[in-house]
């Protein structure tokens, strides 16, 4: 057990819809970050935050938005969403500010399903 | 930005045998360079890692070496071990968050 909690762990939904993931790190990280895994890609770096703020950017859609609550949890929204969607998103913290190397402790991931 | 290739995608080992699985990346501002184990239904867990001020590190029966020239690093496994079997990430990690090649699916075959 990695110590972070991510849920829904599977979700079904319709194209077009809009979903919530949400992401509780480790106890004391102040890292956040999400990933996006699909099987063809890998592990994709969406978006980081760090102690509520925004850290850095990766590979993340318009129609993807996330945020950082000051109790440290995160959700991930998703928009509009489409076939293509369909993937496992991970959630990791860490507990060494952004600048710095350090594990990332994963969740086990919301597995999206669009229909 | 940065971009790790990680080379096979699929291998296969009779139990006992070593596994060999290499990486590349391009930014050579790149210091910090994990890799990581997932098992089915789990999350990517963190197996060992290697810094850009060493070439080789070793934890039983798990060894990593870096070329920094050549931007390559490489994860040895000895001895496999049907427990082996698992899809393993490289990932590399200099001014932005870790970037993650498209791992290796490892089978051990007993």
């Known amino acids: 057990d990695s110590g972070v909690t991510q849920t829904p762990k599977h979700l079904i939904t319709a194209t077009g819809q809009r979903v919530t993931l949400r992401c509780s790190p480790r106890?004391?990280?102040?890292?956040v970050y999400w990933y996006q895994q699909s099987l063809d890609q890998g592990l994709q770096f969406l978006i980081q935050?760090?102690?509520?703020?925004?850290?850095a950017k990766g590979n993340i859609l318009e129609r993807f938005s996330a945020q950082q609550f000051p109790d440290l949890h995160s959700e991930l929204n998703l928009s509009s969403l489409e076939l293509g969607d369909s993937a496992l998103y991970f959630c990791?913290?860490?507990?060494?500010?952004?600048?710095?190397?350090?594990?990332?402790?994963f969740g086990e991931g919301s597995r999206l399903t669009v229909l | 930005g940065e971009n790790v290739e990680q080379h096979p995608s699929t291998l296969s080992v009779q139990e006992g045998d070593s596994a060999v699985i290499k990486c590349t990346y391009s930014?050579?501002?790149?210091?910090?360079f994990p890799w990581y184990k997932q098992e089915l239904g789990k999350g990517p867990q963190l197996i060992i890692d290697?810094?850009?001020?060493?070439g080789e590190k070793k934890d039983q029966r798990i060894a990593v070496t870096l070329n920094k020239t050549a931007k390559h690093f490489s994860l040895h496994i000895t001895e496999t071990q049907p427990e082996d079997s698992a899809v393993y990430f490289c990932a590399a990690r200099g001014n932005t968050p870790l970037v993650f090649g498209k791992g290796t699916r490892l089978s051990v075959i007993a």
């Open positions: 935050y760090y102690n509520g703020e925004e850290r």
């Open positions: 106890s004391g990280d102040l890292s």
């Open positions: 930014d050579s501002a790149s210091n910090y």
């Open positions: 990791a913290s860490s507990v060494f500010p952004p600048a710095n190397t350090g594990e990332l402790f």
């Open positions: 290697i810094r850009s001020n060493v």
